[in-house]
């Protein structure tokens, strides 16, 4: 009888572990905040509240983006400036692991596994009349470019 349900078990999660989709790639965008008039960028349009809120800036103009594709064995840096940038490494099976440098001093990293719908906001320095922001949020396939 154990033995039953054993196996049912088994084939319960070997048909979930073979049926789990493929991760989707992850969206890295670089963002100015500022003042300035608000603009109406496809990539930005959904997070504009969420970014004022945490962030208070009236607007968020896309400078730069890059999209990082799950279990991927090679690192990609996000360079806005030469004293300020990213590198983002994605590990195996999902997750990124991230570094954000100042000047080639380690400012923070770790870890992410974004969900789609739930990005992470990384803030930079202030940047000219804002700030830099960095987001990395997980793309659905169907709004894959």
């Not at 809120?53 to 030469?82: D, I, N």
């Not at 692991?97 to 803030?123: A, C």
Request: aromatic share 10%; net charge positive; glycine share 6%.
């Amino acid at each position: 009888m154990k033995l039953r349900y054993l196996l049912l078990l088994w084939s319960v999660l070997t048909v979930g572990l073979l049926a789990a989709p493929a991760q989707e790639p992850i969206w890295v965008g670089l963002v100015k905040a500022d003042n300035t008039l608000p603009t109406e960028e496809e990539r930005l349009v959904k997070l504009q509240h969420r970014l004022k809120c945490v962030f208070g800036f009236e607007a968020y103009h896309l400078m730069h983006e890059a999209t990082v594709a799950s279990g991927e064995k090679y690192a990609q840096w996000v360079l806005p400036r030469k004293d300020f940038y990213l590198k983002l490494e994605p590990q195996a099976g999902s997750g990124i692991h991230y570094e954000l440098y100042r000047d080639k001093t380690l400012l923070v990293e770790g870890r992410v596994d974004p969900k789609p719908g739930r990005p992470l906001f990384i803030s930079g320095p202030n940047y000219l009349d804002g700030r830099l922001i960095f987001i990395l949020q997980r793309v659905p396939a169907e709004k894959q470019p």
